[in-house]
């Protein structure tokens, strides 16, 4: 048995003060004094951490908003003195996909490395948008042997980069075929790169980093190739190379030499892309060619002809950031478009011979997991990797301006620890998941749709026959 994926992690604290939910108003105009105080008795012990942040609070309106909100002291204070709120600066976080509670959650899994748990549990809607439409199988979880996130049991996350082959043909007991070549990262995670208006000048620095101690690919812009702030550039680039998938722009020159020594490589999708993967299988015979295909009106039909063609090894399907079609006026969800190019490749008799990775709304662990059993092997993401530096996602981000996160003053070890942290709990997540569901192997959850209920289907077979099916906004 091969030795167990682990990520070796360690606390890294917040640099600015913590934007949490709830905070406890406390109106002591009434107060008895009582002696076993039901704020002293907080199982999370925030009275206590209350005190030391206002002994050493900077800003007048930095108010402690760290409750875990499980409303024990608003409901035992015998004077109703106490009363919970919600941070409005909490409020203000990302966007309407990327909501608050994604980006609290990511902060936290940053910050200890561990699963998030909330004191108030889960508050919101069953189904919703996108990947909250979807639920997975979680029927084997009340088995004590399936518990691999402690040990007790290998669930293996790796995954297989590039074509396999349909069959095996042998000359007696000695195989015939050409095997071609296939990467294996340790977990279905590819770290994309991050758009102009989602990135500061190290930021490609730390990403590398990153990648090479978690053992996973972050893709590369070659054009930001030797990156902004690196010494000793010689050392750095062979340490670092073979965890990094160059993206190579049509425009720009192939860096041969630095090629070489890299395991995969992208390109954007074009009419010549045949000629573009030989030229490069030219200069480097061994990498595996990942094709870029933007998810727009034409993007799944030409992820499906890709799939066709025999020089294909890899197609990297991206959405928009939300995880919508793009350019779209009534777009589909990223799932939805997953599904469809599984399914299709399928019929082709071509799924098992090329890689599909999909990104755009990979926002949580679980939306790992649910791309996969839509049909993805892997997924790609970048956004969570920022907002683990304490991004605040604002709408009004743009160059130039004044970042209140302060980006681009992080320390190299402070933003290596936060990203390598979150990488650590998506894996956790994932073999929760994973485990929940009897899975051992996430190769095999690949596609299989019968470990997960969708809302729309459910309410389709339930609801149809009596009002019809639902039409598209």
């Known amino acids: 048995m091969p030795d167990k994926y682990h990520i070796h992690t360690t606390p890294v604290p917040p640099r600015l003060p913590r934007i949490g939910k709830y905070g406890v108003v406390d109106w002591r105009e009434d107060c008895a004094g009582c002696h076993n105080c039901v704020k002293k008795a907080c199982v999370y012990d925030r009275h206590r951490q209350e005190l030391e942040y206002i002994r050493n609070i900077k800003e007048f309106n930095s108010l402690f908003f760290d409750c875990m909100g499980c409303f024990s002291c608003v409901q035992n204070c015998t004077k109703n003195l106490l009363c919970l709120t919600i941070n409005s600066e909490y409020e203000r976080l990302g966007n309407s996909y990327w909501n608050p509670d994604i980006i609290q959650s990511t902060w936290m899994q940053s910050e200890t490395a561990a699963v998030p748990v909330s004191g108030a549990g889960y508050r919101g809607k069953f189904a919703g948008h996108g990947f909250d439409s979807m639920w997975t199988d979680m029927s084997e979880i009340v088995r004590p042997t399936r518990d691999g996130i402690h040990g007790r049991e290998y669930i293996s996350t790796s995954v297989d980069v590039g074509r396999k082959l349909s069959y095996l043909e042998l000359r007696g007991k000695d195989p015939v075929s050409t095997f071609p070549k296939v990467v294996s990262i340790q977990m279905p995670l590819i770290i994309d790169m991050n758009p102009p208006e989602f990135t500061f000048p190290r930021l490609e620095r730390f990403i590398v980093e990153t990648a090479s101690i978690t053992d996973l690919v972050a893709i590369i812009d070659s054009r930001k190739w030797p990156l902004a702030g690196e010494e000793n550039q010689g050392r750095a680039m062979e340490k670092h190379l073979p965890h990094i998938a160059f993206h190579l722009h049509p ?17 954007p999708d074009s009419h010549s892309v045949e000629d573009h993967i030989k030229e490069l299988k030219d200069i480097h015979p061994g990498i595996v060619i990942l094709i870029r295909v933007d998810l727009d009106s034409k993007g799944v039909q030409r992820a499906i002809e890709l799939a066709d063609m025999d020089e294909v090894e890899a197609i990297h399907v991206v959405a928009d950031f939300n995880g919508n079609e793009i350019g779209v006026e009534n777009p589909r969800f990223i799932k939805d478009m997953i599904r469809e190019i599984h399914s299709t490749i399928i019929k082709g008799g071509k799924r098992d011979e090329v890689t599909i990775i999909a990104g755009g709304g990979i926002a949580l662990p679980e939306h790992m997991a649910k791309a996969v059993i839509c049909g993805a092997d892997l997924v790609s993401t970048y956004l969570p990797l920022m907002i683990s530096l304490e991004c605040r996602l604002c709408a009004e981000c743009h160059p130039g301006t004044r970042c209140p996160a302060d980006l681009d003053r992080v320390d190299h070890k402070y933003a290596v620890g936060r990203m390598r942290n979150l990488i650590a709990a998506w894996h956790l997540q994932l073999i929760e998941v994973m485990g929940a569901m009897g899975m051992r192997e996430v190769r095999r959850l690949r596609g299989d749709v019968g470990r997960a209920m969708f809302y729309e289907e459910l309410e389709e077979e339930i609801f149809g026959e009596l009002f019809g099916s639902r039409k598209r906004a």
């Open 251 to 267: 425009d720009a020159p192939v860096p041969h030499d630095v090629l070489k020594k890299t395991r995969l490589a992208e390109i």
